[in-house]
């Protein structure tokens, strides 16, 4: 059975870059069919997919956050990963790695990690 680990830093400044990684296990990032989402949810707020990649390696970005969101994998260490610019306090979440057989999973479709909060402040 697959699992997903997120990981990364719980604090992070205003201005600077997020970098969170996604580890599976029991699966590779290289199986058909499959995407590889980061999804998030402020405080008190529903989820938000922020973008995904694919097994082939294409990338698919929220167009609201796509000039500020980066999504890369390294097959040699079956991770992904998760990089978003200029961070502000609103990006204040726990973010989530999720596979999933469709692009933009919902809560109840797919392997979910546990989360990671992350706090923009300084």
């Known amino acids: 059975q697959v699992q997903l680990q997120e990981s990364g830093p719980g604090l992070v400044k205003p201005s600077q870059t997020l970098s969170l990684f996604c580890t599976i296990s029991g699966g590779s990032i290289t199986t058909n069919d499959y995407y590889w989402s980061w999804i998030r949810q402020p405080p008190g707020k529903g989820l938000e997919w922020m973008g995904a990649i694919g097994n082939s390696g294409n990338t698919y970005y929220s167009p609201s956050l796509k000039s500020r969101t980066s999504i890369s994998r390294d097959t040699s260490k079956n991770q992904f990963t998760l990089q978003l610019s200029s961070v502000t306090p609103e990006d204040t979440a726990v973010y989530y790695c999720?596979?999933?057989?469709?692009?933009?999973?919902?809560?109840?479709?797919?392997?979910w990690g546990p989360g990671t909060q992350v706090t923009v402040s300084s």
């Open positions: 999720v596979r999933a057989l469709r692009l933009v999973p919902t809560k109840d479709s797919g392997s």
